[in-house]
């Protein structure tokens, strides 16, 4: 066999492998493992080990941080729904624009489109520890607009510790990139502040726009309607821009100026 066959066969292998053990140990649902599985695909046949490797990581260090004081934050009324297991609407929302702007890539060879690929996948993982981490943070934090305080788990509510969580999440995919020369030193600096910039994007967009609902029967406001114990209507915010529509957005946001700006650059 050729080098390349034995490295997309090893990189389905892992895909494989590690999509089994998500769904196994209940970081993904069904529908999370088949559509993570058609990503892993295009990831493998578009950019080889190298992407393949920068999934996973997005993957595991996302899914233990979903996993870590999960109580914890079922309490604060800020955990995944589920069990922390994530469907395939989160990965729609996460890896959407990574997907396509790697796919672009791997088709035209065309620079801005890997930064875009960079960038976009260092958002998801960016805004996926803010939220994660930051919940847990035990200053309460405020909100991104307004600077007052609320509790947390609040979208649109940022944190020192939430911000710290988005900058690592965001250098940890750059870094990776860069060792795998899939960017060079110029944009690696670039795809940190793109990446990061993601989180605040999502934090402005849940703070502004995202639709808020009221439990009738409880009396309180959540995001999520099947959160209530009854019936529920929309207060807030536009019907359709849930947490999955915000995430989508945003990396979407971030892959649309990074291709904009690797055309300029």
């Known amino acids: ?103 672009l890539y791997s088709l035209t060879s065309w620079e801005p489109a890997m930064l875009a ?21 035990t200053d309460p934090p405020i909100m991104i607009h307004t600077l007052r305080r609320v509790p947390p788990g609040t979208s649109g509510a940022i944190s020192p510790l939430g911000t710290l969580a988005s900058l690592i999440g965001a250098l940890l995919i750059a870094i990776e990139a860069f ?17 990061f910039s993601c989180s605040l994007i999502d934090s402005l967009l849940g703070a502004l726009l995202q639709v808020r609902y009221r439990c009738v029967e409880e009396d309180r406001i959540v995001e999520d309607p099947s959160l209530c114990n009854g019936s529920a209507r929309p207060v807030r915010g536009l019907k359709w821009l849930d947490n999955h529509a915000v995430n989508l957005i945003s990396t979407g946001v971030v892959a649309l100026i990074s291709t904009a700006t690797g055309v300029v650059l």
């Open 1 to 103: 066999m050729t080098a390349d066959l034995v490295s997309t066969l090893a990189g389905l292998a892992v895909v494989l492998t590690v999509g089994s053990a998500g769904y196994f140990n209940r970081s993904i649902d069904r529908s999370g493992f088949v559509a993570g599985l058609l990503v892993g695909i295009v990831f493998v046949l578009g950019g080889g080990l190298p992407a393949t490797f920068m999934l996973i990581t997005f993957f595991l260090v996302g899914s233990a941080f979903t996993k870590y004081k999960y109580g914890l934050k079922e309490e604060l009324g800020a955990a995944e729904l589920k069990g922390g297991a994530r469907t395939w609407k989160n990965v729609a929302a996460n890896l959407l624009f990574p997907t396509s702007m790697l796919l």
């Open 117 to 137: 690929f960079v960038s976009s996948l260092a958002g998801a993982l960016s805004d996926t520890l803010g939220s994660e981490i930051g919940v847990l943070s």
């Open 179 to 195: 060792s795998f020369s899939m960017i060079g030193p110029n944009q690696l600096l670039l795809a940190v502040s793109l990446g």
